[in-house]
């Protein structure tokens, strides 16, 4: 049986790297991924999965709103529900003064043409999550988000990527990539490969496989934490976060609480180890009580770090590379790609096989973040 040779690698199994490879396949390429460790390793495995569009940057809300349509579609592109609900996501106002900003914002928003923010008064809240300590005074809401699971949906991507095609070899981390011809070559622990298109997609490390091509692109690291609690009785459906602190508070299908909300832990890209602080944690847990004052004496049964690259802007780095033909960029999600998901693979796709996306990708460039360009 003669084997296929693939026309574009993906760097990076995280769910970046397989929507990406899952939409390329579709469009008809021949793609393997490369992951150097397991797929889901890290950024992906680790997410808290909520699946928001409210309070984006105004450069992102566009594609995050072609995201959300497709998250509420998202079992005809993956053929699985990925355990996503659309039970909303609230950001609330503890206090009156909060409510200017959350106005502002919903004002803001009505001004460019959207209506996915809404205030709400302090009993519409109450409605929705009857178990908010009675102290909290409105809120913003988002009522088609909501979140997903993450395990599921890595797995319901890697199914789909395999059904297509998509060759996907982990324990495959890229070491070197040289140009040769038109082609990239691209050496592994043990295998090599010929390309013509590469994408990166390697999360944390992105910035290291951007060098390998010529483009030098800073990229920071994020190490944000989680903490998941016993299994409780039905608390709340929404996704809920609040003004002024470090909070995303929900409970998953199976009952625990989940919380999180970008409270920093530390991360080292050499050793691929993000490790817990207790103490930063203890806010998010503070947070969590102050808001649900009935969980006080839940048990936590786990807390994690996981690493991602962040950019200055917090804006994603998604686009052709600008020194290296052929190779194109998804990654610096900033801690918030996960409902980024679908779009960007089919952002990718639209790039690779037709030179050009309908979308507005120009806030997304590399160049926006590039000190150097590489030498012609
Ligand atoms: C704790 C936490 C909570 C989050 N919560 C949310 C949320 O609620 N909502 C939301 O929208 N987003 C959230 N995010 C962000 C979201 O999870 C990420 O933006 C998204 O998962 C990034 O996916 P990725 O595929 O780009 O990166 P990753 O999943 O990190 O994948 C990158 C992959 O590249 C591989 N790799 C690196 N270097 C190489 C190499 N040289 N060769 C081969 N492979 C390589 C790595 O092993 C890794 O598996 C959260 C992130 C974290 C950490």
Redesign the pocket.
């Known amino acids: 049986m003669s084997r296929i040779i693939p026309d574009t690698a993906v ?8 929507s990406a490879a899952l939409h390329l396949a579709r469009a008809g390429r021949r793609v393997v991924v ?4 397991w ?14 569009t409210l309070g984006r940057d105004l450069a992102e809300v566009p594609i995050s709103l072609e995201a959300m349509d497709m998250w509420h579609r998202i079992e005809t592109i993956v053929g699985d529900s990925c355990g996503f609900h659309s039970y909303g996501q609230i950001r609330v106002a503890e206090f009156d003064d909060h409510l200017p900003a959350l106005e502002k914002r919903a004002d803001a928003m009505r001004q460019h043409g959207y209506s996915h923010e809404e205030m709400i008064d302090r009993s519409e809240l109450r409605r929705l999550v009857p178990a908010l300590s009675p102290h909290c005074v409105g809120a913003l809401v988002a009522r088609r988000d909501g ?1 997903a699971d ?1 395990h599921r949906t890595i797995h319901a991507f890697r199914r789909s990527c395999e059904a297509r095609g998509v060759v996907i070899h982990e324990g ?4 070197a990539i040289e140009q040769r011809g038109s082609d990239w070559h691209i050496r ?1 622990g043990e295998q090599e490969f010929t390309v013509p298109v590469i994408v990166n ?6 910035a ?2 951007a060098a390998m091509v010529g483009d030098v692109i800073p990229l920071g690291l ?5 903490i998941a609690t016993e299994r409780l009785a039905p608390l709340l459906d929404p996704v809920v976060s609040v003004v002024g602190r470090s909070l ?1 508070f929900k409970q998953s299908d199976q009952g625990t609480l989940v919380i ?1 909300g970008g409270l920093q832990g530390s991360a080292d890209i050499d050793t ?1 180890k993000s490790t817990v602080n207790f103490i930063e944690l203890a806010k998010g847990a503070q947070a969590a009580t102050d808001l649900f004052p009935s969980v006080r004496d839940v048990r936590i049964a786990r807390t ?5 690259a962040k950019t200055k802007d917090l804006l994603p780095v998604v686009g052709p590379s600008p020194n290296a033909p052929g190779v194109f960029h ?2 610096g ?9 679908p779009v960007i693979g089919s952002i990718i796709s639209d790039l690779v096989v037709q030179g050009e996306t309908r979308r507005h990708i120009s806030p997304f460039s590399a160049e926006r973040l590039m000190t150097t360009r590489a030498a012609a």
Do not use: N
């Not at 797929?39 to 928001?52: E, I, M, Y």
């Not at 495959?172 to 070491?175: D, K, M, N, R």
């Not at 994020?222 to 989680?226: C, E």
């Open positions: 760097i990076g199994g995280g769910l970046h790297g397989l490369l992951e150097r460790s797929v889901g390793r890290h950024a992906s495995g680790a997410t808290a999965a909520g699946v928001r979140a993450p495959c981390g890229v070491t592994t997609a390697a999360g944390a490390w992105a290291r496989l994020k190490a944000s934490m989680m995303s999180g691929l994690w770090a996981g690493m991602e998804a990654f999600f900033s801690g918030h790609g996960f409902q980024l998901v």
